[in-house]
Antibody, heavy 116, light 110 residues
Framework: QVQLVQSGAEVKKPGSSVKVSCKAS????????LSWVRQAPGQGLEWMGG????????KYAQKFQGRVTITADKSTSTAYMELTSLRSEDTAMYYC?????????WGQGTLVTVSS | QSALTQPPSASGSPGQSVTISCTGT?????????VSWYQQHPGKAPKLIVY???KRPSGVPDRFSGSKSGNTASLTVSGLQAEDEADFYC??????????FGGGTKLTVL
């Protein structure tokens, strides 16, 4: 069973960047898709983008184009999501989730708080 | 991409059945059989309960079932139990390597 473990909570200033990691274990990291999904407080789920590590090329939701970068390090089975130009509206729980267009396994979430 | 449309709330009594709809377009729900449903309890990560419209992951009770007609997908929860009370989200592949979610439905077991 694949397990995804994410990095810890972050507090950031407006205008700065955050990079969240997601380490996979117990499965085939390189050939499975891995997505990033965020959830603002009291709000719904929002797909940000995803990557298949073996192909290295990421795909991003239009809303986040130019502000998000998703990468993967096959040697450490770790995926990363970097979000730049942070604003208060980016305060949310950020999840990594994997498998395909169905998100079968999820990380525990990383809370990113953007506050001056 | 626009979010899929779900009713904000649904409810039913224990033992009853409830159906949650998820309406998209001919570019997402209507075009692909990659509709999934997730259950999320407060403070927890979402859990996949239905994928590819009708399939259930191992361990998910058969009380949860999915279907699709045209641009609308549906999740039916039969034999409602207290622990089914949660938020439910649908998602669909939307082409060009994009995924879109519904706004979520809060299910209350009366």
């Amino acid at each position: 069973q694949v397990q995804l473990v994410q990095s810890g909570a972050e507090v950031k200033k407006p205008g700065s960047s955050v990079k969240v990691s997601c380490k996979a274990s117990g499965g085939t990291f390189s050939s499975s898709a891995l997505s990033w999904v965020r959830q603002a407080p009291g709000q719904g789920l929002e797909w940000m983008g995803g990557i298949i590590p073996i192909f290295t090329t990421a795909k991003y939701a239009q809303k986040f184009q130019g502000r998000v970068t998703i990468t993967a390090d096959k040697s450490t089975s770790t995926a990363y999501m970097e979000l730049t130009s942070l604003r208060s509206e980016d305060t949310a729980m950020y999840y990594c989730a994997g498998r395909g267009w169905e998100l079968d396994y999820w990380g525990q979430g990383t809370l990113v708080t953007v506050s001056s | 991409q626009s979010a899929l449309t779900q009713p904000p709330s649904a409810s039913g009594s224990p033992g009853q059945s409830v159906t949650i709809s998820c309406t998209g377009t001919s570019g997402d729900v209507g075009a692909y059989n990659y509709v999934s449903w997730y259950q999320q309890h407060p403070g927890k990560a979402p859990k996949l309960i239905v994928y590819e419209v009708t399939k259930r992951p191992s361990g998910v009770p058969d009380r949860f079932s999915g279907s699709k007609s045209g641009n609308t997908a549906s999740l039916t929860v039969s034999g409602l139990q207290a622990e089914d009370e949660a938020d439910f989200y649908c998602s669909s592949y939307a082409g060009s390597n994009n995924l879109v979610f519904g706004g979520g439905t809060k299910l209350t077991v009366l």
